[in-house]
């Protein structure tokens, strides 16, 4: 398994951008096919992007496509997303996940990091 931690969030107002970054221990990261997903109060958990291994494939959740971006530096064992636009309905404690695959699925990932926030004021 790889270890996971994010970092980056944060307050922004509506209109503003943030990037998160998810930092990988262990030498297999390049391995892994990598996922950001949300999770608002009294909500269940959601798909917001992926990337397969190499970063020659994304996946965006419609709800955030055009305004959110996913991409990966192997070499610094770092996956990003990039937020653009953000809006109050954004606000989320948002996770990485490295699976088999860039699914939109929750159960096809293995290994989560601890969260970090992000809340957009209106």
């Known amino acids: 398994q790889v270890q996971l931690v994010e970092s980056g969030g944060g307050l922004v107002q509506a209109g503003g951008s943030l990037r998160l970054s998810c930092a990988a221990s262990g030498r297999t990261f390049s391995s892994y096919a990598m996922g950001w997903f949300r999770q608002a109060p009294g909500k269940e958990r959601e798909f917001v992007a992926g990337?397969?291994?190499?970063?020659?494939?994304?996946d965006i959740a419609d709800s955030v496509k055009g305004r959110f971006t996913i991409s990966r530096d192997n070499a610094k064992n770092t996956v990003y997303l990039q937020m653009n636009s953000l809006k109050p309905d954004d606000t989320a404690v948002y996770y990485c996940?490295?699976?088999?695959?860039?699914?939109?699925?929750?159960?096809?990932?293995?290994?989560w990091g601890q969260g970090t926030q992000v809340t957009v004021s209106s």
């Open positions: 996940a490295a699976g088999p695959s860039p699914a939109r699925s929750t159960r096809s990932y293995g290994s």
């Open positions: 990337i397969t291994w190499r970063g020659g494939n994304t």
